[in-house]
């Protein structure tokens, strides 16, 4: 499936993760495509582990698995026709793979490409602009998703 995309210049970073606009070869459609290094996940979190308890367990992988395959299984629930929610960023796909430099395992999520850029930024101006007293109905939009934001963002 990573060959069905043409990845492009970069759009942003996360802690684990980087996203890029893409293109897909099949439909010609720009996507977002955000690339999880699972395996930088697992390492930190164990390090993470260590440092609080001295002994680094099995467990923390475990867990920071089920959180992405959380985030991929939330996204994709409200990505579906029927529950398709308009101001939600529809999950396309999600696929593994190995990282062929440094062999680290990825996960892939692609997703709608919003042109207009980056929600948090977004967000952060409607907030600016209301402490100004200035009123933006995009902030009467936005700010009910932020609970769904803040249960499927990694």
Known sequence: MACNYEVGRFLGRGSFATVHLARDIRTRRHVAIKLVDVTACRLRQQEQERDETGDASDEPCRTITALLQREIDVHASVSTSSRRHPNVVALLES??????????????????????????????????????????????VLLPEGTFLSVTHF
């Open 95 to 140: 696929f593994g793979y190995a990282n062929e430099v440094t062999g680290s395992e990825m996960r892939a999520l692609v997703m709608e490409h919003c042109s207009l850029g980056d929600l948090q930024c977004h967000m952060k101006r409607v907030r600016d602009d209301r402490r100004k007293g200035m009123r933006n109905g995009a902030c009467d």
